[in-house]
């Protein structure tokens, strides 16, 4: 049901873009302290909803169809705000770009294996790419001026988020090669096909060689 509580808060992810997107476009120093926090609490969301589905056996196929959705476009936000207000400082535009060509890539082998009734697991790897990722965006969206209305100026947050940022888009390599290389391997693979229909057995005959009703009915015509 779109009521229960992992699907609120999946769909909290979705609200939350408008929202980040307004903050940004404030250019103040609260207002990136605000969408670094809004980002995170939405970033956080994605791990409690399948956490509290799984305990309360409420895993829907709502759910499972919203919940990378979500967070594609969580992320898709952020990443254009960021390059949009030119606060990607110096080469970080390029890992911004392997992480969207990621993103992109495995959104169709999801929808290609959908077709033929395969899953693509997430893998630990994945996991922690997406932990880095999170950090990373959250980091530059507070920049140095949200840093600086949270009293942490003593700490160079350009410099941490644009790491962070690198080593997403390293393990973003890594994931999307590993299901790149899934996906060509079942596609590779014959698919299966519906058997031959067996043919129909012949009417029996009876006095005179007239067909004969089997014990279902009369002969059906062709």
């Known amino acids: 049901m779109p009521t229960d509580l992992p699907n609120l808060l999946t769909l909290s992810r979705i609200a939350a873009i408008p929202l980040l997107v307004a903050l940004v476009a404030l250019h103040s120093p609260w207002g990136d302290a605000a969408a670094c926090f809004v980002f995170s ?3 956080i969301t994605d791990y409690f909803d399948g956490k509290i589905a799984r305990q309360r056996k409420t895993v829907s196929g709502l759910g499972r169809m919203l919940d990378p959705i979500a967070d594609k476009l969580l992320v898709a936000a952020a990443l254009m705000l960021l390059a949009g207000q030119g606060r990607l400082p110096g080469l970080s535009l390029y890992p911004a770009i392997l992480i969207m060509l990621r993103e992109i890539l495995v959104s169709g082998l999801r929808e290609y294996l959908a077709e033929i009734r395969i899953g693509l697991p997430v893998t630990r790897l994945a996991k922690w790419k997406t932990g880095f990722q999170m950090g990373a965006l959250g980091t530059l969206l507070a920049g140095e001026t949200g840093a600086a209305v949270l009293h942490l100026s003593f700490l160079p947050v350009a410099l941490i988020g644009e790491a962070m940022l690198w080593t997403a888009a390293a393990l973003t390599l890594v994931t999307g090669w590993d299901y790149l290389t899934a996906g060509i391997r079942h596609a590779g693979q014959p698919q299966n096909q519906a058997p ?5 057995a012949p009417p029996s005959l009876g006095p ?6 089997g014990p279902a009915g009369p002969l059906a015509r062709p």
């Open 208 to 213: 005179g060689g007239k067909p004969q009703p």
């Open 196 to 200: 031959p229909a067996a043919p129909a």
């Open 41 to 43: 609490v939405a970033a």
